[in-house]
């Protein structure tokens, strides 16, 4: 069964801690992406990639950075956490050519907690 | 960035009904998805769709293309308690490798 793994279902840190939320995927796709999701506010786009070593900005980066250094691998990093920064983030793959369309694989998400 | 249109936020349906939720946009798309997220789990893909005016049924669940490729329609029939959770429509546009644009999601909950 493919797969996009998140390494933690669950996490609570501390104000002004380094964070890194870490994501793989089985599938061989390029695309990998991170969302944030809140109540009303739907999926945001943090940071995607298109492939390993690059990334481009998505809709809301501020406080965060991201490292792609192996295909089936995207880390999110909060550099300072923040309590603003207490939301489920989620994390998808894709890979996009020929007639098929399947979207994105999402993972189960990890839910941050910032205190 | 820009998002697709879904409303309302929530919907509160008795078991057994059918519920009909739609999705819009003022831009074209080439291809519309629907998104089905459980309580702590992330979305999963229910139905995609390629063509405009293209009908696609996934059991009980089915989705339409708008013809005008702005927008896009999901009907549940009979529906039943683990229907519950937050339906995401998903959007994209031509070029390869474009990103998909979503909608905010609508939460169904389903009165057994």
């Known amino acids: 069964d493919v797969k996009v793994t998140q390494s933690s279902r669950y996490l609570v840190k501390r104000t002004g801690e380094k964070v890194f939320l870490e994501c793989v995927q089985d599938?061989?796709?390029?695309?990998m992406f991170w969302y944030r999701q809140d109540p009303g506010l739907g999926l945001r786009l943090i940071y995607f990639?298109?492939?390993?070593?690059?990334?481009e900005k998505g809709d809301i980066p501020e406080g965060y950075s991201v490292s792609r250094e192996k295909k089936e691998r995207f880390s999110l990093i909060l550099e300072s956490a923040s309590t603003n920064q207490t939301s489920m983030y989620l994390c998808?793959?894709?890979?996009?050519?020929?007639?098929?369309?399947?979207?994105?694989?999402f993972g189960s998400g990890t839910r941050l907690t910032v205190v | 960035g820009q998002q697709l249109n879904q409303s309302p936020q929530s919907m509160f349906i008795q078991e057994g009904e059918d519920v009909s939720m739609n999705c819009t946009s003022s831009?074209?798309?080439?291809?519309w998805l629907w998104y089905k997220q459980e309580p702590g789990e992330g979305p999963v893909l229910l139905i995609a769709?390629?063509?405009?005016?293209e009908l696609t049924s996934n059991g009980r669940l089915t989705a339409q293309f708008g013809i005008t490729r702005k927008d896009s329609f999901l009907n549940i029939s009979a529906s039943i308690p683990s229907d519950v959770g937050i339906y995401f429509c998903?959007?994209?546009?031509?070029?390869?490798?474009?990103?998909?644009?979503f909608g905010k999601g609508i939460t169904l909950s389903v009165r057994p």
């Open positions: 998903a959007g994209r546009k031509a070029g390869a490798n474009s990103k998909l644009t």
């Open positions: 831009s074209i798309f080439n291809t």
């Open positions: 769709l390629y063509k405009a005016g």
């Open positions: 998808a793959s894709s890979s996009y050519g020929g007639n098929s369309d399947y979207g994105y694989t």
């Open positions: 599938m061989d796709h390029e695309n």
């Open positions: 990639s298109y492939d390993v070593k690059m990334k």
